[in-house]
């Protein structure tokens, strides 16, 4: 098992804090994240599927940096671009040292699945098999499988003097075949596409395992090209680059006339375009001769470093989708999250008893260890048939097909309720969706704004306006993650359910400048990007520094998903020089150099990586031993803190600052899941000491959660 993962070439040697040799490489980066998923699926200690979905994450992984990277990346040595990126690499430099890296990544990958992963399988009795494998009555099984649900679908298209090549869209899985006809002749190229209506792994009647689709089209052409000799069968994958970092904002030719609907347009025609845009990847089975990979690559206008050889199954992904009944053996034990202590004992089919409970004091929700449907779906529902309630406004950036938290507003609308929704259709890769969701809320009187101009909204809140005997009250929800129910159970997020006044004045100005496009104000409480939060951030690390300088107790702990920003790494390094300790989890990317002399003694990096993915944000400031803590969607990313509109909630509520210490403790005390940042940007992986027992922090959650749900059900 690896317990290193890729470093950055740059030295460890002390650096001057505004030089390029003060940051890690983002695209490096990045893909060192990837390394990190790529030692899951190399652990013998986990169970087999465990290792197989992690396979299946790699292929996502790398499908989402040649969606989303590999094409920003190419436009610009395409254009001429020399500006470097933060480590001073050019775009060209980044992109050879990236394929370098994910040539790598996919050698070790493929020889994972091939010489471990498969062969176990298989001795489990759910091997992925090869088709020349099979029995003659598994064989026969299956080519009558090809003739009643596959070869009806396909549709062969030749390439010759009057067929051109066809085009090729992204992320299909394709045979390229090639006929051999009169001696002396060019062989014939005909391409199939895979079709993605059928399984990708096809289960064989007798139980014996599962085959890939792609081999038993290959096996059985001749049934749809019967009068055709000397087939020769590859495989390959095409991939299309999407818009790079920056986000789907147009800057209209008259910005004082914005017409109605006219950014559904934007990303409408972004979505067509998409389909048409330029390779980035070429996959191919090393099987392929040379000679066809690239004549492929000329037919597609990709240049020969975009082709990817693999002696893996092409579209790994397809692993995540993996699914064999029975086999508990080869989990993971389920998790079933638990309802929230203060929420368990609420009256049945009372639509008040959570605000009431809300009004108690604030209410810290950690999923899934949490659940997200008996808290933040039941304050939704609650609010949609609660007779006292005159308002729902809630920012859906990402949510599930079938949405029950879609389906109460739709019914909140339905009773008269004032139902207001920010959905955001730039969020990359859910666009259609969210225009869909709109739309449907627009058809049954719903307020519904389709985001910020030039910005994108990240804002993850929601807002009930109640009215009560007292008056007029508002009760908000702060989270860190999508109002998805599906992702709640597979991320780690955090949230909390508030009535303080104050929050939920300032999330209501947030609603009215997302739906008004009002100008920004100053706010109370709530640190709101992209007018204020980098500021406020800036302030609150300089002021550690201070402190330190002062001989006041200091220190700064934080939990993110990525960090990028260059000001904010600097003002880290700035506190780490005048003794600040400074702890930070950092799930994927970082471009922060930690533990380098004379830059970052005093600074360390480490992240998470196990079975939920770590979605969640905590800032914590020491503050002279008065700490200070804040919780919401941002990252310390220049596109958050600077592109994003984003919120961040100061938390006051001494109860819940001591969980979030110990939520952030409990990470700092892993000692297997973890994996701390070497100043050069390798990683290396926490082993438990000899005689100590293993503390994976998501096992700690799931242990107290369910110890919690014990003990008052006891």
């Given at each position: 098992m690896a317990k290193k993962s890729v470093a950055d070439s740059a030295s460890v040697e002390p650096v001057d804090i505004d030089t390029p040799q003060a940051f890690f490489n983002r695209e490096l980066s990045w893909l060192n994240f990837a390394r990190r998923v790529l030692a899951q699926v190399e652990d013998p200690a986990l169970p087999l599927l465990e290792r197989v979905k992690f396979a299946g994450i790699m292929g996502m992984l790398h499908d989402e940096y040649f969606l989303k990277r590999a094409g920003g990346l190419k436009r610009h040595i395409q254009r001429g671009e020399e500006t470097p990126a933060i480590?001073?690499?050019?775009?060209?430099?980044?992109?050879?040292?990236?394929?370098?890296?994910?040539?790598?990544?996919?050698?070790?990958?493929?020889?994972?699945?091939?010489?471990?992963?498969?062969?176990?399988?298989?001795?489990?009795?759910?091997?992925?098999?090869?088709?020349?494998?099979?029995?003659?009555?598994?064989?026969?099984?299956?080519?009558?499988?090809?003739?009643?649900?596959?070869?009806?679908?396909?549709?062969?298209?030749?390439?010759?003097?009057?067929?051109?090549?066809?085009?090729?869209s992204s992320l299909g899985l394709n045979l390229a075949v090639q006929v051999k006809e009169e001696k002396g002749r060019r062989k014939r190229f005909i391409r199939l596409k895979v079709p993605q209506n059928r399984p990708r792994l096809v289960a064989v009647a007798d139980g014996a395992g599962f085959v890939p689709l792609e081999q038993v089209i290959a096996a059985n052409l001749d049934c749809m090209l019967p009068d055709m000799q000397a087939l020769e069968t590859y495989f390959f994958r095409v991939t299309r680059g999407a818009e790079g970092e920056a986000d789907v904002r147009m800057d209209f030719e008259d910005p004082d006339l914005i017409i109605p609907g006219s950014i559904i347009s934007v990303v409408t025609n972004e979505l067509k375009a998409r389909r048409f845009a330029g390779v980035t990847r070429l996959e191919v089975g090393t099987e392929m001769p040379e000679k066809l990979q690239n004549w492929l690559a000329e037919q597609l206008g990709a240049q020969s470093e975009d082709i990817y050889p693999t002696d893996n199954l092409l579209a790994v992904s397809d692993l995540m989708r993996f699914k064999v009944d029975g086999h508990d053996e080869l989990r993971v034990a389920p998790h079933e999250?638990?309802?929230?202590?203060?929420?368990?004992?609420?009256?049945?089919?009372?639509?008040?008893?959570?605000?009431?409970?809300?009004?108690?004091?604030?209410?810290?929700?950690?999923?899934?260890?949490?659940?997200?449907?008996?808290?933040?779906?039941?304050?939704?529902?609650?609010?949609?048939?609660?007779?006292?309630?005159?308002?729902?406004?809630?920012?859906?950036?990402?949510?599930?097909?079938?949405?029950?938290?879609?389906?109460?507003l739709l019914e909140a609308a339905r009773r008269g309720k004032q139902v207001a929704v920010l959905v955001e259709i730039t969020a990359r890769f859910d666009e259609a969706p969210n225009i869909a969701w709109g739309q449907l809320l627009e058809k049954e009187g719903a307020h519904v704004s389709y985001g910020v101009e030039r910005l994108k909204t990240h804002v993850k809140l929601a807002l009930v306006v109640r009215e009560e005997d007292s008056g007029v009250r508002r009760y908000v929800h702060v989270g860190t993650g999508n109002y998805h129910t599906g992702t709640a159970r597979i991320y780690e997020d955090l949230g909390i359910l508030t009535c303080d006044p104050d929050i939920c004045a300032d999330a209501a100005q947030v609603f009215n400048e997302l739906t008004g496009a009002t100008p920004a104000a100053p706010f109370r409480k709530l640190l709101v990007a992209p007018e204020f939060m980098r500021q406020r951030f800036v302030e609150l690390v300089a002021r550690e520094a201070e402190h330190a300088r002062a001989g006041r107790p200091c220190g700064i702990r934080a939990k993110m998903n990525q960090l990028q920003d260059q000001i904010m790494i600097r003002e880290l390094y700035l506190a780490s020089q005048a003794g600040v300790p400074v702890l930070l989890n950092v799930r994927g990317l970082n471009c922060l150099r930690p533990g380098v002399p004379g830059l970052s003694d005093n600074i360390r990096l480490s992240s998470i990586v196990s079975r939920f993915l770590e979605?969640?944000?905590?800032?914590?400031?020491?503050?002279?031993?008065?700490?200070?803590?804040?919780?919401?969607?941002?990252?310390?990313?220049?596109?958050?803190?600077?592109?994003?509109?984003?919120?961040?909630?100061?938390?006051?509520?001494?109860?819940?600052?001591?969980?979030?210490?110990?939520?952030?403790?409990?990470?700092?005390?892993?000692?297997?899941?973890?994996?701390?940042?070497?100043?050069?940007?390798?990683?290396i992986r926490r082993q438990p000491l000899e005689g100590e027992e293993p503390r994976a922090a998501q096992d700690v959650f799931i242990k107290l959660a369910q110890q919690s749900a014990e003990a008052q059900a006891g």
């Open positions: 480590d001073g690499r050019k775009p060209l430099e980044e992109l050879m040292a990236c394929r370098a890296e994910i040539l790598d990544q996919l050698s070790i990958l493929a020889h994972a699945v091939k010489e471990q992963i498969r062969p176990q399988l298989a001795e489990a009795g759910v091997g992925i098999l090869d088709y020349s494998a099979l029995t003659e009555e598994q064989r026969a099984q299956l080519r009558q499988y090809f003739l009643d649900s596959v070869l009806p679908i396909l549709t062969p298209l030749a390439v010759d003097a009057e067929h051109p090549f066809p085009f090729i999250p638990v309802t929230h202590p203060r929420l368990r004992e609420l009256e049945a089919g009372s639509s008040e008893a959570i605000f009431e409970e809300m009004q108690r004091g604030d209410i810290l929700l950690h999923h899934p260890y949490h659940s997200f449907d008996t808290s933040v779906l039941r304050f939704l529902k609650s609010a949609a048939v609660d007779p006292h309630t005159l308002a729902i406004k809630l920012t859906i950036y990402r949510t599930s097909s079938d949405s029950p938290i879609v389906q109460a979605h969640g944000r905590i800032y914590r400031f020491e503050n002279g031993g008065q700490p200070e803590y804040y919780l919401g969607s941002a990252d310390w990313m220049r596109r958050n803190l600077d592109r994003r509109v984003e919120t961040i909630m100061p938390v006051e509520d001494p109860v819940i600052q001591w969980q979030l210490g110990e939520i952030l403790g409990v990470y700092e005390a892993d000692n297997c899941t973890a994996w701390d940042c070497q100043p050069d940007g390798s990683y």
